[in-house]
């Protein structure tokens, strides 16, 4: 793969206060509003071009229509992403027509949201319209990873990124005692040549302040069973703010020695320009 020069974050969120005109439905840990201007002014300060904005589930459930408004103001930015509804009646009209809107790069399922078996119709029928509309599918799924291996088996054709390391993180201090338990689980995953795997929130998993030396040894575990070409940088922002500021996550893997220049610029924007087919203008 050709070097690319471009700093993409896979994993950003966007939002506006709690207020009567947009409600909130839950919380997501973070500042009160970061609107896309402001996320743009964080990303530009420390060099960062572009990211994927995946609207909060937490928030905004199923409803984008946030996301859809900062792209419009930022639409060089920003590459959209939305969780679907695995009970909708409308399930391949809904993927279509959101693969069909302007900046769309993805689709969403959170495991996280119910418990599933690996036949469940609404999860196939999502990753078999994410497929034929040609967007890969942004799965969260710390503690179901044989359930998403099972799915991703079952959709060979679907391209499927793993969210934040396929592991449970934390939203406040301090990181798990053993925040990579899981690893067996997450590296078996890449068995699959169509799971590629989001390295976002690595930085909170550490119990070392910056630049959080101690994530390394697992972090590499999973570059040599994916590979960088299936490996994608992000910081999670804003659920990470209690933990780190956005640039402690994006120098974290500027100043390490454990990445050559190459990786570097695979793993932080290379891989993704080439999974979701998209990099900022």
């Known amino acids: 793969m050709a070097i690319q020069t471009l700093t993409i974050d896979s994993q950003v969120h966007s939002y506006e206060r ?9 919380h997501l840990q973070g500042p009160d509003e970061v609107t896309g201007d402001q996320m743009v002014a964080a990303m530009d300060a420390v060099g960062v071009d572009g990211a994927l904005l995946v609207s909060p589930f937490s928030m905004y459930g199923y409803d984008a229509s946030y996301a859809k408004q900062v792209y419009a103001a930022h639409p060089g930015k920003f590459g959209l ?20 809107a302007p900046g769309v790069v993805g689709a969403r399922i959170m495991l996280t949201a ?43 054709e679907t391209q499927i990124v793993i969210d934040h390391l396929g592991l449970t993180q934390p939203f406040v201090p301090p990181a798990p005692p053993e925040p990579f338990a899981d690893l067996a689980n997450v590296i078996s995953l890449a068995e699959s040549d169509n799971v590629a795997i989001k390295i976002s929130g690595a930085c909170t998993l550490s119990h070392q302040p910056f630049p959080y030396t101690d994530i390394w040894d697992s972090l590499t575990k999973i570059f040599d069973a994916f590979g960088f070409d299936r490996c994608l940088w992000g910081t999670d922002w804003t659920r990470a703010v209690e933990l780190l500021n956005y640039e402690q ?24 320009a080439k999974i979701y087919k998209w990099s900022p203008k």
Do not use: C, Y
Not at 114 to 137: C, H, M, T, Y
Not at 249 to 272: K, P, Y
């Open 18 to 26: 709690n207020s009567p005109a947009r409600p909130w439905r839950g």
């Open 81 to 100: 992403i939305r969780p679907f509804d695995w009970q909708s009646d409308t399930i391949a009209d809904d993927v279509a027509d959101w693969a069909a």
């Open 114 to 156: 119910g418990e599933f078996e690996s036949d469940d119709p609404g999860l196939n029928q999502i990753l078999a319209a994410s497929a034929k509309a040609g967007i890969p599918v942004n799965i969260m799924a710390s503690g179901k990873l044989p359930l998403l291996r099972d799915l991703a088996r079952r959709n060979p």
């Open 249 to 272: 996550g994006v120098e974290a893997f500027r100043v390490t020695d454990q990445l050559s220049d190459s990786e570097r610029s695979i793993l932080m924007g290379g891989s993704l």
